[in-house]
């Protein structure tokens, strides 16, 4: 089981803009970047209350049919997709729930702050970025920690149509 980041950011490190939108990413749905067989890969996606709700919205309706999903909540989620499970504990419960009782590999989706955790313990496995030739000049960095370094071993690179590039990583143990 890998616990698994596959994200987009700007050329200048932000996953969103300052209002929290990912609409500078339109110009470039058309490049087949490998998607599908990404997602092919994931049995579990794991994500934030923000996120869920905004893939709601996007996809009206649960956009990952055939993955079970995990998100993290506070408060109770209203009428959820029958895959789908709230999750009350930490972070650090999360993983060991991930790691033990989860098979095949898991998506954290989005959300910079819940990456940013994983990384910080040092449980975020794989990360595939996929840099997106635009600046923002602002908005919602890939990464928000001054607490803990992580060093990443790069296995693979590949390039796009529009200059995309994929930077494959692993984390170095």
């Known amino acids: 089981m890998t616990i698994r980041g596959y994200i987009a950011t700007s ?23 490998g998607y599908n067989a990404f997602i092919s890969q994931i049995k579990t996606v794991v994500m934030g209350r923000k996120t869920y709700e905004h893939s709601l919205e996007l996809a009206q309706g649960w956009p990952y049919p055939e993955q079970q999903g995990i998100v993290l909540t506070s408060t109770p989620i209203h009428n959820p997709p029958t895959q789908v499970s709230a999750w009350h504990n930490g972070i650090e419960e999360l993983v060991e729930h991930l790691r033990t009782q989860v098979s095949g590999d898991c998506w954290i989706v989005g959300g910079a702050q819940l990456q940013t955790r994983l990384i910080e313990l040092g449980a975020l496995d794989r ?6 030739p635009i600046f923002l000049g602002s908005g919602i960095p890939l990464y928000q920690s001054d607490k803990v370094q992580q060093t990443f071993d790069l296995q693979d690179t590949q390039t796009f149509d529009r200059g995309i590039v994929k930077l494959d990583y692993r984390l170095k143990k």
């Open 11 to 33: 050329a200048d490190g932000f996953i969103a803009d300052q209002n929290g939108q990912v609409d500078w990413l339109t110009p470039f749905q058309d490049v087949d970047f």
């Open 127 to 132: 990360l595939e970025l996929f840099i997106i």
